[in-house]
Nanobody, 118 residues
Framework: QVQPVESGGGLVQPGESLRLSCVASENIFSRYTVGWFRQAPGMQREWVALISASGYESYPESLRGRFFISKDDAKNTVYLQMNHLKPEDTAVYYC????????????WGQGTQVTVSS
């Protein structure tokens, strides 16, 4: 199973935007559902977004309209566009591939740090 690799994190000010990337060495995103998750200090890991192999997108209600997931199968890349960032968005963001068909035991990337602070 191919492990995804995240990139694009960094330090941004509140209100700014950031786009994260999740890249694989093989063309797997056309075959499997991919999700973004995040974990803030002292908090449990939470689901941020998912995109199916067919391109179906889903988000938690709290982030819908502000975060957007997309993919480019030709580039083996899944993106997470984060707009109007808030300090509470600060977390390590992980990309996960659901090879088994759900996210009970996905294949995780190493994560990328996003810090939103003035």
């Amino acid at each position: 199973q191919v492990q995804p690799v995240e990139s694009g994190g960094g330090l941004v000010q509140p209100g700014e935007s950031l786009r994260l990337s999740c890249v694989a060495s093989e063309n797997i995103f056309s075959r499997y559902t991919v999700g973004w998750f995040r974990q803030a200090p002292g908090m449990q890991r939470e689901w941020v977004a998912l995109i199916s192999a067919s391109g179906y997108e889903s988000y938690p209600e709290s982030l819908r309209g502000r975060f957007f997931i997309s993919k480019d199968d030709a580039k083996n890349t899944v993106y997470l566009q984060m707009n109007h960032l808030k300090p509470e968005d600060t977390a390590v963001y992980y990309c996960a591939v659901a090879y088994s068909g759900d996210f009970r035991a996905p294949t995780w990337g190493q994560g990328t740090q996003v810090t939103v602070s003035s």
